[in-house]
Nanobody, 117 residues
């Protein structure tokens, strides 16, 4: 069973920065993509950004220019650097891994980010 550990998060003031980190256990299958999603209260889960095994990246519009994904597929780690945070960025953030072949996706347990003064 894949184990995923997330860290970072917490309370930050508007305009501030925060970094989230995620690591998957060594037993994961070959990764197709890894990324971050978020779910705000009362809303559906949405993509923040992801990176594929080819190095291609995809960010949602709200993340472009403010959020940056970095990571290492060999080490199975992915970080999310968030800057210029806004109150509407308040959500639970989830690390996500998609694998080659039929293996189901893996999700982190979720980590809370609150942007408030």
């Amino acid at each position: 069973q894949v184990q995923i550990v997330e860290s970072g998060g917490g309370l930050v003031q508007p305009g501030g920065s925060l970094r989230l980190s995620c690591a998957a256990s060594a037993s994961v299958n070959t990764i197709y993509s890894m990324g971050w999603y978020r779910q705000a209260p009362g809303k559906s889960r949405e993509l923040v950004g992801l990176r594929t095994y080819l190095g291609n990246e995809d960010y949602s519009e709200f993340a472009k220019g403010r959020f940056t994904i970095s990571g290492d597929m060999d080490k199975k780690t992915i970080d999310l650097q968030m800057t210029s945070l806004k109150p509407e960025d308040t959500a639970v953030y989830y690390c996500h891994f998609r694998y080659m072949g039929p293996a189901p996706d893996s999700w982190g347990q979720g980590i809370e980010v609150t942007v408030s003064s």
